[in-house]
Nanobody, 119 residues
Framework: QVQLVESGGGLVQPGGSLRLSCAAS????????MGWYRQAPGKQRELVAA???????NYAGAVNGRFTISRDNTKNTVYLQMNSLNPEDTAVYYC?????????????WGQGTQVTVSS
């Protein structure tokens, strides 16, 4: 059974920081591209950051320079360090694991964790 379990969300003031974690089980974690997505009320889910099995990263423009994605394959965990948070970062943050093994695409999601940036 595949599980992606996020943690670390909460309420933070503008300018503050949070670190999200996503612990994976039931998958060969090191082979998966891991990503963080977010969905704000009334908006579509969007990619925030992703990290490949080899450690290459990419970020959405809105978070580049403020957020850092990393992974620890020994702990089957991916992290999202979020700094200089602003109210526009308020959303439910979802962890995603994705891997193509032709012809099958394996795509898994966590349940989400709420991040609220407010004074």
């Amino acid at each position: 059974q595949v599980q992606l379990v996020e943690s670390g969300g909460g309420l933070v003031q503008p300018g503050g920081s949070l670190r999200l974690s996503c612990a994976a089980s039931g998958i060969n974690f090191s082979r998966f591209v891991m990503g963080w997505y977010r969905q704000a009320p009334g908006k579509q889910r969007e990619l925030v950051a992703a990290i490949t099995s080899g450690g290459s990263t990419n970020y959405a423009g809105a978070v580049n320079g403020r957020f850092t994605i990393s992974r620890d394959n020994t702990k089957n965990t991916v992290y999202l360090q979020m700094n200089s948070l602003n109210p526009e970062d308020t959303a439910v943050y979802y962890c995603n694991g994705n891997r193509d093994v032709f012809p099958i695409n394996y795509d898994y999601w966590g349940q989400g964790t709420q991040v609220t940036v407010s004074s």
